[in-house]
């Protein structure tokens, strides 16, 4: 109840921010759920078209992130993954130009680690740890000429 409270006494903007990211954080788990990554990372970069020029500032970032991090609690199994492609595609419908990153590691025990996080202007700004050195990023895919 104390949460739907502070909901409620938040300003408008940032109650429809908080909605919006509920929907592209459950719709983007969804879809990772459901659909193979060979089909759904076309999809997504389609739609991945931030709007030319304008003012691109810290704070908007910031509240982008802090909602996907705040609905990301209540989404089950809001992976790395699912915050990245979340916060990448906010971000690129208000124009900001951000880089998806996927790297692979290997644990201290030999297994298989993938690990994924968003840069924009070069800072990590959504699944940023102490270790990202560990692990190397696989290529970014290139769009296709028609």
């Known amino acids: 109840m104390r949460k739907l409270k502070r909901f409620l006494r938040m300003p408008l903007r940032d109650q429809a921010l908080m909605l919006q990211a509920a929907a592209v954080v459950l719709s983007v788990r969804l879809v990772l759920s459901l659909v193979p990554f060979r089909v759904w990372r076309p999809l997504i970069q389609q739609r991945l078209a931030p709007a030319p020029g304008g003012q691109h500032d810290k704070a908007t970032v910031a509240r982008v992130v802090a909602a996907v991090l705040w609905v990301s609690r209540y989404v089950p199994r809001a992976s790395c993954l699912t ?3 979340a916060t990448q595609l906010l971000l690129s ?4 130009p951000t880089q998806l990153r996927i790297g692979v590691a290997r644990g201290a025990g030999g297994q ?7 840069e924009w202007q070069g800072t990590v700004i959504i699944g940023g740890a102490d270790e990202l050195v560990r692990f190397v990023v696989l290529p970014v895919e290139k769009k296709q000429a028609s």
């Open 83 to 85: 915050q990245g492609l």
């Open 93 to 96: 419908w208000r124009g900001y």
């Open 112 to 118: 298989f680690q993938a690990h994924a996080w968003v």
